[in-house]
């Protein structure tokens, strides 16, 4: 088994109280890699909403309520630090730059990975929830499921499309949308939502409209946003959504509405308007997942779906070919995280952020600073 200097233990964020917002940074034993595994040398770890939601137990429809001590994250960059054996037909050698994302590993052999379709695997495990994260400075890692890394593409840039950046491009995929359409993304100016305009926008050539608060306008027409719309000018009684979905089919190209509107936002008021944002023929795509009790889409009714001929497509995260399309984007410069990075131990004042819904693009954690 090749190896580098490997130490006996290693820093990591645990959530130390599940249920709440709080985390705490510890010492623990640094795991050697069984076959087919690679240590990985974590450098960066992004934090996503789905982090939060796993911490808080907020997200209902998860199997079992999150565990004290669980090692969270699930964007992690870092170079492999050592080879178990039988990892060799996986191309790898130590020092080699790999990402680790939301799935930590699938079987390859079920039929929605036979499809292609990772996160439905019957028997995948989650990076952050029941098995050890990202929120660490070495973590194991499926040889055949890690991520390569480009040359050109910097570690903490790289580490939020791990999730967010392979989400949003294999969710713009399964739109339907075509070059010209215009495509809509509420919460725009998110973790998501700002890579989905990118990508939409100067990848895959749609005609971008965000919808977000007033102070993220800004922001959001630097993404290449052609049309923006502030959430706060709209009331949330009828009245106001009826303006909104108005103003949003005005600036649509053929003013009949959305070809496509890619949901980015856990807000059920945002799937409540989606719908009525679409053209005939169009497709919603769910994205953002709501918390706590589950609410249906209104205006989901069979007469609506039938007579527009509309699409609901759920979307979970992408594979692993959608995962090097979407780092080969970020290496011709398509797309570029807009972060800030913190240490570790800055992680609960992050999600305290989160919560509150003022965080701007994406934060990442640099493993190598407590």
């Not at 499309?161 to 491009?169: A, D, E, N, R």
């Given at each position: 088994?090749?190896?580098?200097?490997?130490?006996?233990?290693?820093?990591?964020?645990?959530?130390?109280?599940?249920?709440?917002?709080?985390?705490?940074?510890?010492?623990?034993?640094?795991?050697?890699?069984?076959?087919?595994?690679?240590?990985?040398?974590?450098?960066?770890?992004?934090?996503?909403?789905?982090?939060?939601?796993?911490?808080?137990?907020?997200?209902?429809?998860?199997?079992?309520?999150?565990?004290?001590?669980?090692?969270?994250?699930?964007?992690?960059?870092?170079?492999?630090?050592?080879?178990?054996?039988?990892?060799?037909?996986?191309?790898?050698?130590?020092?080699?730059?790999?990402?680790?994302?939301?799935?930590?590993?699938?079987?390859?052999?079920?039929?929605?990975?036979?499809?292609?379709r990772d996160a439905c695997c019957t028997s995948g495990k989650i990076s952050g929830y029941y098995t050890p994260g990202t929120f660490q400075q070495y973590a194991l890692a499926p040889a055949h499921y890690v991520t390569p890394i480009p040359d050109g593409v910097p570690s903490d840039l790289a580490a939020p499309?791990?999730?967010?950046?392979?989400?949003?491009?294999?969710a713009l995929k399964k739109s339907g949308a075509q070059p010209g359409d215009t495509v809509v993304i509420p919460g725009a100016g998110g973790g998501l939502g700002h890579l989905a305009m990118q990508i939409g926008g100067k990848g895959m050539g749609f005609r971008m409209v965000g919808i977000d608060s007033g102070e993220k306008e800004d922001f959001v027409r630097s993404l290449g946003a052609e049309e923006f719309f502030n959430i706060s000018n709209y009331s949330r009684d009828e009245e106001g959504t009826k303006k909104l979905v108005a103003d949003v089919?005005?600036?649509?190209?053929?003013?009949?509405?959305?070809?496509?509107?890619?949901?980015?936002?856990?807000?059920?008021?945002?799937?409540?308007?989606?719908?009525?944002?679409?053209?005939?023929?169009?497709?919603?795509?769910?994205?953002?997942?709501?918390?706590?009790?589950?609410?249906?889409?209104?205006?989901?009714?069979?007469?609506t779906m039938l007579v527009q001929e509309l699409r609901i497509v759920g979307s979970a995260v992408g594979n692993r070919k959608d995962a090097i399309e979407?780092?080969?984007?970020?290496?011709?410069?398509?797309?570029?995280?807009?972060?800030?990075?913190?240490?570790?131990?800055?992680?609960?004042?992050?999600?305290?952020?989160?919560?509150?819904?003022?965080?701007?693009?994406?934060?990442v954690i640099d493993l190598s600073k407590e």
């Open positions: 088994m090749a190896t580098v200097d490997v130490p006996t233990h290693h820093k990591a964020i645990i959530y130390d109280k599940p249920g709440e917002i709080s985390t705490k940074v510890e010492t623990i034993e640094t795991p050697k890699p069984g076959f087919g595994e690679v240590l990985v040398n974590l450098t960066h770890s992004g934090v996503c909403h789905s982090d939060q939601a796993v911490m808080t137990n907020r997200w209902t429809w998860l199997p079992a309520p999150t565990q004290a001590g669980q090692v969270g994250g699930h964007e992690g960059v870092g170079k492999v630090a050592a080879l178990g054996p039988g990892s060799e037909g996986a191309g790898l050698k130590v020092g080699d730059r790999v990402g680790i994302k939301w799935m930590a590993g699938v079987c390859g052999n079920c039929m929605p990975c036979l499809a292609g499309l791990l999730c967010g950046g392979v989400t949003v491009y294999s089919k005005a600036s649509s190209s053929d003013g009949l509405g959305a070809a496509a509107v890619v949901v980015c936002t856990a807000s059920n008021a945002a799937y409540a308007q989606a719908l009525k944002f679409l053209r005939f023929g169009g497709t919603l795509v769910c994205v953002g997942v709501p918390e706590g009790k589950p609410e249906p889409i209104a205006s989901a009714d069979p007469g979407t780092m080969n984007m970020a290496a011709r410069g398509i797309v570029k995280t807009h972060f800030t990075t913190e240490p570790m131990s800055k992680l609960t004042d992050v999600f305290n952020a989160m919560d509150k819904m003022t965080l701007k693009g994406r934060v």
